[in-house]
């Protein structure tokens, strides 16, 4: 799971109010080279939520990236290098995603998080 | 020259006198009155349509516009005409995105550029919203076919963009196979020899001048050409054009197509005999279909997608480079591989780890699943695969705008059927691996979760596209589901037998996501029912049975059946 999903992904349990972002256990963190987009890039920037995004990287052992982010950084080549690799080569294998408010687990295995809820929770 | 392609069924072409006499083709188009010629549905909302040969009286719509003749192939009818608009839009939409860059890119350090990206900038809304006047925002203005006819694989498309934008569509179309720009028609070749020998020294400044290679290619529609007739054909057209350049039948600069049109009792629509002559501007590509086809694809499930529907789903979803491409089914990924081809980043999910996960065996005992069979074609998996459930998504609450496109096939339960989380009151024991139970998902509310989770989702602009199943017994147009923020675009309907047919409806994002909307409009339409729901037990009920329900005796059913059922059209047709 790349970490572009999980700033999409919040815990979805009926009446959990604060269950984003998910809290990333890393078991196996695995780097996988993907081209490199940067039209794609400029055009995801804007959607992505960055406080989310470092957190996420800084769990998965990826630590260099700005705390705070504007448009203007997205001509800067060194920048979007920090950010495609965060963003799309740096792989959650094995390992769960927290739910920041009830602590629940969702398991990530084989790279695949299970987001399916159980009878009692929705 | 080509070898005549799917449209022409093979005929005898040695044997000089077919067996059974040829139809009497002028009876037939006699007595046939415009409606029943024009029955067939055109697959896009609202098109703008005007009528054979009436080009002057519309020169105000036609404003700024080029003239082609599309030829398509005799296949899917109903999606023929609203691929090629689809793709039109999305090369006219990219063609504005390249000029406002360069204008952008002259303007950067002026004081004035400022002004001008805004002035730019609010025209890119307005035009996303659709406030052009009415038939001015059509990506492409169809002219009938000769005789009006509607089946007719000849439609007249006036395109903005000019050469370069119409072999654009062509060359990512499935359906139509060149688009010619027409030099003459005519009833007889004689007059079209006529006609083509009038602009001759006019013509031959641009086209066939010494240093320009060409070749002729004979197409036949309703009939059969041996080598030898084309070439004879061919040859007669010397006169009439002149071309200087040097012949080059296998990569030449410019080709030249002689459509012949004959009338054939053989299941086509019954053309009136006509002869066209064009410039090839631009030719459809099916290789991907044999790169992609299922029968050699490793990993597939019972509902894996054709690919050729696969790609005029994502044609007219108008998925391009760099498009992020949602498939909320995503199954064995089929609906995903051609987007990839198509240079989209991925992302699918689906309720059932088997089939994401775990996939299958092959013949040859290896497990395949989703990600070898990107492998196997040596294209980008997708960026993400998720286990969830559309019903409760657990995409964050602020998400919007994120999506280019949602490509899917619901399950809706004849061949698969849906799924869902469920809330029960029991005791749950949690452990590592916990199967939740799920429900049966009907197809309505699946629907409504689907076109909420779009409207979210999606750039405003973006587009949805999927299947929703239909039986001409019980199918209506307010059975199409609706939502505040989606336009209907268009609605094409394959026939899978006479009593069950699924329709393509695609579907764009006209404005922003406004929750209290859309629960109002939800609120007032009532809970979600739809009447093919009932499906299931429809399309597994005999005949008999189905004749008894309606009060008939079987063999009125049987009639009643047959008079519903299109003439000469099936699955591919």
């Known amino acids: 799971m790349r970490l572009l999903c999980h700033n999409m992904l919040q815990c979805h349990i009926k009446g959990v109010v604060n269950g984003y972002p998910l809290k990333i256990e890393a078991e196996k963190v695995e780097t996988r080279e993907t081209d490199y987009e940067p039209d794609f890039l400029r055009h995801i920037f804007p959607r992505i939520q960055w406080d989310a995004l470092r957190e996420a990287a800084a769990a998965m052992g990826v630590d260099d990236l700005p705390e705070s982010v504007s448009e203007e950084m997205l001509e800067d080549e060194s920048f979007l290098k920090q950010f495609h690799h965060a963003l799309l080569e740096v792989h959650l294998e094995q390992g769960a995603l927290v739910c920041p408010e009830t602590g629940r687990k969702f398991v990530v295995s084989d790279g695949i998080p299970n987001l399916l809820l159980r009878e009692d929770e929705c | ?573």
């Open chain 2, 1 to 573: 020259m080509t070898v005549i392609g799917d449209a022409c069924p093979p005929a005898s072409t040695t044997t000089p006198a077919p067996l059974l006499p040829p139809p009497e083709p002028a009876a037939v188009t006699a007595g046939l009155d415009e409606p029943q010629r024009a029955a067939l549905p055109l697959g896009i909302l609202n098109p703008a349509v005007i009528p054979y040969g009436s080009s002057a009286q519309h020169a105000q719509l036609l404003a700024g516009r080029s003239r082609y003749l599309c030829y398509f192939l005799h296949r899917h009818l109903e999606f023929r005409l609203a691929e090629v608009e689809c793709l039109a839009g999305l090369v006219q939409q990219q063609q504005r995105q390249k000029e406002r860059q360069q204008q952008k890119e002259q303007q950067d350090g002026q004081e004035e550029g400022r002004e001008a990206q805004q002035e730019a900038e609010q025209q890119q809304a307005k035009e996303q919203q659709g406030e052009q006047p009415e038939g001015q925002q059509r990506a492409v203005v169809w002219e009938k076919p000769f005789e009006n006819w509607h089946d007719s694989p000849l439609w007249y498309a006036h395109m903005h963009g000019g050469d370069s934008a119409a072999a654009a569509v062509a060359a990512r179309s499935m359906l139509c196979r060149v688009v010619l720009e027409l030099w003459g028609e005519a009833d007889s070749l004689e007059e079209l020899r006529r006609v083509l020998a009038e602009r001759k020294e006019e013509r031959r400044a641009l086209w066939g001048r010494p240093d320009q290679s060409f070749k002729y290619v004979v197409e036949t529609y309703g009939c059969s050409y041996s080598m030898q007739r084309q070439v004879e054909l061919i040859e007669s057209f010397d006169g009439c054009n002149g071309f200087q350049g040097p012949i080059d039948l296998r990569s030449p600069q410019l080709r030249f197509w002689i459509v012949v049109c004959k009338p054939n009792g053989q299941g086509l629509p019954h053309l009136k005999e006509r002869y066209y002559f064009g410039r090839e501007v631009g030719a459809g590509d099916r290789t991907p279909l044999a790169t992609y086809d299922l029968r050699r694809r490793r990993y597939l499930g019972p509902t894996s997608m054709d690919t050729e529907m696969s790609f005029l789903m994502c044609n007219m979803a108008q998925v391009r480079r760099y498009s992020l491409v949602l498939d909320p089914f995503v199954g064995t990924g089929s609906v995903l591989v051609p987007a990839t081809h198509l240079g989209a980043l991925t992302l699918g999910a689906d309720i059932d780890i088997r089939v994401i996960k775990i996939g299958k065996k092959d013949a040859a005992g290896q497990p395949v699943n989703i990600w070898t069979n990107f492998a196997d074609y040596g294209l980008q998996p997708p960026l993400g695969l998720l286990r969830c459930d559309l019903h409760t998504a657990p995409f964050r609450d602020g998400l919007r705008g994120v999506l280019d496109a949602i490509v899917c096939d619901p399950p809706y339960g004849v061949r698969a059927g849906g799924k869902k989380s469920v809330g029960r009151e029991r005791e749950i024991k949690p452990h590592g691996d916990y199967v939740p139970s799920t429900a049966p998902y009907t197809v309505a509310e699946c629907m409504h979760d689907l076109l909420d989770c779009a409207a979210r989702l999606l750039v405003v602009g973006g587009r949805l596209a999927y299947w929703l199943p239909a039986a001409p017994d019980f199918y209506s147009e307010e059975e199409v589901p609706r939502h505040p923020a989606l336009q209907l675009v268009a609605n094409c309907e394959q026939l899978l037998s006479s009593r069950y047919s699924r329709r393509l409806i695609i579907m764009q994002k006209v404005q922003r996501y406004d929750a209290a909307e859309a629960e109002a409009y939800f609120e007032a339409r009532g809970p979600p029912v739809l009447s093919i729901d009932c499906i299931h037990e429809h399309v597994y009920k005999t005949p008999a049975q189905l004749a008894a329900d309606a009060g008939l005796s079987l063999a009125e059913h049987r009639a009643v059946q047959a008079a519903r059922t299109p003439l000469n059209r099936g699955k591919n047709i």
